[in-house]
């Protein structure tokens, strides 16, 4: 039986590879490139909107486990993430079009993966389908998911950065550095003095936004949250966030300034980056004179605007399982951004999850349900369990994993001072360690 998948994006894609790995057949169905939404440029798949980075690469970080786990289960669009990284320090990041080429082409001559370039607007009950169309899933489809789940999808806003070219950055002022030396030096700092940051301060909250209804203001994500409604909390809020100057000195004065904006390299040439945090909602024109005043920034050259758009999300703990699966339709699965998960590599947990599952469905097969006490399966419990009223989009963090039998057996540093941070370090490396040997039990499933 053929799995219907609609969305070539990272969860869809994800999904079809691990269901035509298996054996299975996969009809994708991708509206690209004859209709996209305001937020996508490519034609190809896997389109990465927002930020060109997938967080942590480090074990004692929840996202950096959380990938490791997809390497393990044999995830394609981690191995295209790989294939594609760019310098990041501890991150990975990855050069965008080449990341959603590799993936697009690795999906494309997959013999059991056929491609169809429509947009569909219905969802036919007697076949296998995956709905994967992330947080930009068109109208049509929308009204037919909310009329299928019995209540309207929930919605919130997402913001994406601008990204200027490198050549027209003033090196002069700026410098490459990462914070506390930690990997190589790979971003670009731009420092402020108190009075550059107070003035730059004033321009961005007093600054023209493009318009978004008041009934929708209370729907911004927390993660994604455009820098002038960060700026507005408070004077000194971008100073603990993006801004934040601790662990970076300027070496053109030997001091640590006031405020710092970092770039981060966008592709694998280093001829594009993009501004870190600096996710907005301003009027195009509005950015080019308030980021013009960021040091080092008054000549730039923007390839591209900071855009914001509308994510959905359905109400996931009422509707689906911990497999994905919608719980009143048994040949219905979620994956990806629409299901509750936030962020790139949630994303792609997600559709891992339901590519799998839908698989066995058509092989008869129980479904797989990964341990709470995997960074992959605690995702899959987060959105199918939630008690929280408001149910709000959530990355993966060690706080939602199931850590009861981890407790803290140091070794290393026996007799040794131990910082508070030191530990919490040991004690997530831990679980990682534990979780990563769950994965290699699942991992032939």
């Known amino acids: 039986m053929k ?5 070539a994006g990272l969860a869809g894609c994800e999904a079809a590879w691990q269901i035509a790995k298996r054996g299975g057949k996969v009809a994708l169905f991708e509206m690209k490139p004859i209709k996209k939404t305001p937020a996508h440029q490519l034609d190809t798949f896997a389109e990465l909107v927002c930020s060109n980075s997938l967080r942590s690469n480090q074990l004692e970080n929840a996202v950096g486990l959380l990938k490791e786990e997809l390497r ?12 594609n990284a760019i310098p990041a320090g501890g991150a990975l990041a ?8 590799s993936v697009t082409e690795m999906i494309r001559n997959h013999p059991n993966i056929e491609v169809y370039e429509e947009e569909v607007t219905n969802i036919d ?20 998911i909310s009329g299928i789940i019995g209540e309207a999808s929930l919605s919130f806003f997402d913001a994406a950065a601008p990204i200027v070219k490198a050549e027209s950055i003033n090196m002069d002022i700026a410098f490459f550095a990462s914070r506390y030396n ?15 940051y107070l003035s730059f301060y004033d321009a961005l909250i007093h600054a023209e936004t493009a318009e978004i209804k008041d009934f929708e203001k209370k729907h911004i994500f927390e993660g994604c949250m455009p820098v002038e409604v960060m700026a507005a909390r408070g004077v000194d809020t971008l100073l603990f966030g993006p801004l934040k100057p601790v662990g970076l000195i300027n070496p053109h004065n030997g001091k640590q300034p006031y405020a710092v904006v970092q770039l981060r390299q ?22 080019k004179r308030v ?8 000549n730039a050259e923007f390839a591209r605007y900071g855009v914001m ?35 790139y590599v949630e994303s792609i947990a997600s559709g891992l999850v339901a590519g799998i599952n839908a698989y066995r469905t058509t092989a008869g097969m129980e479904e797989l349900v990964f341990p709470a006490s995997t960074a992959i399966g605690a995702l899959a419990h987060y959105i199918s369990t939630s008690s929280m009223g408001n149910f709000q989009p959530m990355n993966i963090n060690f706080g939602i994993m199931d850590t009861k039998d981890s407790p803290v057996h140091s070794k290393t540093n026996v007799g040794k001072k131990v910082t508070a941070r030191q530990k919490k370090q040991e004690k997530n490396l831990q679980i990682a360690n534990r979780a990563l040997k769950m994965i290699q039990l699942l991992k032939d499933n």
């Open 291 to 298: 980021f013009s005043m960021i040091p080092g920034l008054e």
């Open 94 to 101: 990855v050069d965008r079009e080449r990341f959603s080429l």
């Open 309 to 343: 758009h509308r994510n959905t999300f359905i109400n996931s703990p009422k509707l689906l399982t911990p497999s994905y699966r919608f719980k009143k339709r048994d040949h219905l699965y979620f994956a990806g951004q629409i299901t509750g998960v936030e962020g």
């Open 266 to 287: 966008d592709n694998r040439e280093g001829t594009l980056y993009n501004l870190v945090g600096f996710q907005t909602n301003l009027k195009w024109g509005e950015q």
């Open 182 to 196: 930690k990997g190589t030096s790979d971003y670009i700092n731009c420092p402020m003095s108190r009075d550059e």
């Open 3 to 7: 799995v219907n998948i609609i969305g």
């Open 125 to 144: 009950p007697q076949k296998i389908t995956i709905i994967s169309t992330g947080p930009l899933t068109s109208d049509a489809l929308s009204e037919t």
């Open 72 to 83: 393990s289960m044999g995830s394609v669009v981690m191995q295209c993430a790989d294939q």
